[in-house]
C-alpha cells in the first residue's frame, strides 16, 4: 500500500481507516488446533507442516476478501491466487509469493486457464485436473515446493528438508513430480501396493530424480498415514535426522502450505461464474467436492469464511461414508470395514483435515478439539456435542454407492457428452440426490478431481463394452476414440516409462526403510 505524503492527509484521515482496512495488513498468524505449540508465522507452519502436539496448524483468523467482484472476474487464475494467498502468507513478501505463484502454474498445465469451468448435466465442472500428473492434487502441489524452499531460506534452515508422505493415489505424484530434483529436498512417499489404480501407481514408481522415493506397503492408506503421523511425532527419530542434516517436512494435506492454494480456485470459479454472467456479483452458489480426507471441501468452506458466496458445501463420499455418517449423527466412527472402490483416493477412514472443522465448531477450543482426536485415536470414535453440530448447518453430506458411481458416469456421457472419472461421478451422484432431496436450484460449482484417464477401466466399464482383456493404456486409446478427449501428456509419458521404485515394506517398517533410504545407519 502506498501512503500518501501530501500536507492535506493528515492524522484525522488516518483514524478513519476502517477496522477492516487495518486488520488487512496485520500478520495471519497459526496456531495449533490441539493448542500446546506456540503461535507461528506462515512460512513456518509450512515447514513444520505439523505441529508438535500432533495439532493441525490453523490460522488465528480467517482473512476478509476484500477484492471487489468485479475486479477477481478480470483477473488470470495466477493473478488471484495472488490475492487470496497474500492474504494468508503474510510473512512472504509480494516478490516471493508471486515468484512462488509464476514458477508453479506455468507450462506444466495443458490451458491457460489453469481451472477451467465446464457446464454440464446442469452444474459447473470445475476441471482441476489440467495438471502435470492430472488430479486436483496438481492445484497445491505445483507450488508447496516453492513455497517451503522459500520458506526454508526466510527461516535459515540449513537441513536438507525430507518429505515425508503418505497417499491414497494422488498426493504421492504430485508432490513427487512438485519436489523432484528441488535442491535442499528429498521426498519419500508410501502407498497402500493394491489400494491405488494401476496408472497411479506407474505414475509414481517411474518417478524420476536423484532426490525421489517410492515406497509401497502392505496395508491400506489409513495405516500409512498414521505411520507417517508417528514418525513426524518421534523426537529421537527426529534427533537422528538432524544429526544427519535431514528434518522433516510434510507433503500431506495437512500441511497448511497445501491447503492455502486450494481456496484459490474456488475464489476462481466464483469470478468466472461472474464474469460469464451466470450469477451477479454477492449471489450465491454450491460447491459440491468428492472427499475422502475432507481438505479439498474444507478450502471451501474457508472460502466462505473469507467471504466468498457460498450456500450450501455438499460434501460427497463414496461407500467408505464415514463423513457422510457423521454429518448425520455427529458421531465419527472409523471402526468399521474398509471397502476398495473405484474412487481410491476416496478410500479414507480418518479424514484428517476434519480436525481443523472440528477445531473452529469448538469455537477454537483447543483443548476440547484434542480430548475428541484422542478419542478417535484411542477408541475410533468421537461425537460432537449438539451445539456443535448446529455448526454444520451449512454442509450436506451424502454418498454413492459403486452402482451409482457406475451411473453416473454413464448418464452424464451419454446425456450431456462429458466424460467424468469415478471420484468426480460421486459428486455427481450425490449433487443428484441433493436438488431431489432440496429441490435447491442455486447455481453449482462441482469440484472435478481428476482426469477420466486416470481411472480409464472404471470409466470404460461403464460407458462401453469395448474394453474386456485390454490393459490401461489399450484403455485410454479406446476411451479417446469413444469421447473424442485426447489422452493427456502424463499418460502418454508413462506408457513406456521403465518402473524405478520397487521397494515394498509392512507399515511398522516404514521408520526402518526412511532411515535406509536416507543412509542413516
Known amino acids: 500500500m502506498e501512503f500518501y505524503t501530501s500536507p492535506w492527509y493528515t492524522m484525522t484521515k488516518i ?7 487495518q486488520e ?3 500478520q495471519v498468524l497459526y496456531k495449533s488446533t490441539r493448542g500446546k505449540g ?6 513456518m507452519a509450512i515447514l513444520k507442516g505439523l505441529s508438535e502436539d500432533g495439532g493441525l496448524f490453523v490460522p488465528t483468523s480467517i482473512p476478509k476478501l476484500d477484492v471487489p467482484v468485479e475486479k477477481l472476474a478480470q483477473m488470470t487464475y495466477q493473478e488471484t491466487a495472488y490475492e487470496v494467498m497474500s492474504r494468508f502468507l503474510t510473512d512472504f513478501t509480494e516478490e516471493e509469493l508471486k515468484n512462488c505463484i509464476a514458477n508453479a502454474y506455468d507450462e506444466k498445465f495443458d490451458t491457460t486457464e489453469i481451472a477451467p469451468l465446464h457446464k454440464a448435466d446442469g452444474a459447473y465442472y470445475l476441471e482441476l485436473f489440467h495438471g502435470s500428473t492430472i488430479a486436483f492434487k496438481d ?3 505445483s507450488i508447496l515446493p516453492h513455497l517451503m524452499t522459500t520458506a526454508a531460506r526466510k527461516n535459515q534452515v540449513k537441513n536438507e528438508i525430507v518429505i515425508l508422505t503418505a497417499t491414497s493415489g494422488d498426493t504421492g505424484k504430485a508432490a513427487l513430480a512438485g519436489f523432484a530434483d528441488v535442491p535442499g529436498t528429498r521426498i519419500i512417499v508410501f502407498y497402500p501396493k493394491h489400494g491405488v489404480s494401476p496408472i497411479q501407481e506407474k505414475q509414481m514408481v517411474t518417478q524420476k530424480g536423484a532426490n525421489t522415493a517410492v515406497v509401497g506397503i502392505t496395508g491400506n492408506f489409513d495405516d500409512a498415514q498414521t505411520a507417517v503421523k508417528k514418525m513426524f511425532n518421534d523426537k529421537e527419530l527426529a534427533a537422528e535426522l538432524d544429526g544427519a542434516g535431514f528434518q522433516f517436512s510434510s507433503a500431506n494435506s495437512i500441511n497448511i502450505g497445501r491447503l492455502v492454494p486450494q481456496i484459490v480456485y474456488y475464489v476462481y470459479a466464483y469470478a468466472k461464474l461472474v464474469k460469464d454472467g451466470t450469477v451477479k456479483a454477492g449471489d450465491e452458489i454450491n460447491v459440491v467436492v468428492p472427499t475422502g480426507n475432507f481438505g479439498n471441501i474444507l478450502a471451501a468452506f474457508y472460502a466462505k469464511q473469507m467471504g466468498l458466496p457460498i450456500h450450501k458445501l455438499i460434501c460427497a463420499s463414496n461407500e467408505n461414508k464415514v463423513l457422510f455418517d457423521f454429518f448425520r449423527t455427529g458421531t465419527y466412527n472409523r471402526k468399521r470395514e474398509f471397502i476398495l472402490t473405484t474412487s481410491p483416493s476416496m478410500d479414507i477412514l480418518i479424514s484428517s483435515n476434519l480436525e481443523r472443522l472440528i477445531y473452529r465448531l469448538t469455537g477454537e477450543d483447543a483443548e476440547k478439539c484434542a480430548e475428541l482426536m484422542q478419542a478417535l485415536s484411542q477408541g475410533g470414535e468421537y461425537t460432537i456435542t449438539d451445539e456443535m453440530k448446529a455448526g454444520l448447518s451449512d454442509f450436506y453430506g451424502n454418498y454413492c454407492s459403486e452402482e451409482e458411481t457406475k451411473e453416473a458416469i454413464r448418464r452424464i456421457f451419454e446425456d450431456a457428452d462429458y466424460v467424468i472419472d469415478p471420484h468426480t461421478a460421486v459428486a455427481a451422484g ?4 441433493y436438488t431431489e432431496d432440496t429441490k ?6 462441482i469440484a472435478s478431481t481428476a482426469s477420466p484417464y486416470k481411472f480409464t477401466r472404471s470409466v470404460m466399464a461403464a460407458i462401453s463394452n469395448k474394453g474386456e482383456g485390454l490393459d490401461d493404456f489399450a484403455l485410454a486409446d479406446e476411451l479417446t476414440k469413444i469421447s473424442g478427449v485426447k489422452i493427456p501428456r502424463a499418460v502418454e509419458e508413462i506408457r513406456t516409462a521403465p518402473v524405478l521404485h520397487d521397494r515394498v515394506v509392512d507399515a511398522p517398517d516404514m521408520p526402518a526403510a526412511v532411515k535406509d533410504i536416507l543412509g542413516i545407519h
Do not use: F
Request: glycine share 0%; charged share 35%; net charge positive.
Open 139 to 141: 492445484m497445491a502441489l
Open 15 to 21: 483514524k478513519k481507516i476502517t477496522k477492516e482496512r
Open 440 to 445: 435447491d436450484t442455486t447455481p453449482t460449482v
Open 430 to 433: 450425490v449433487y443428484k440426490k
Open 38 to 43: 506456540e503461535t507461528v508465522a506462515a512460512s
Open 24 to 26: 488487512e495488513y496485520m
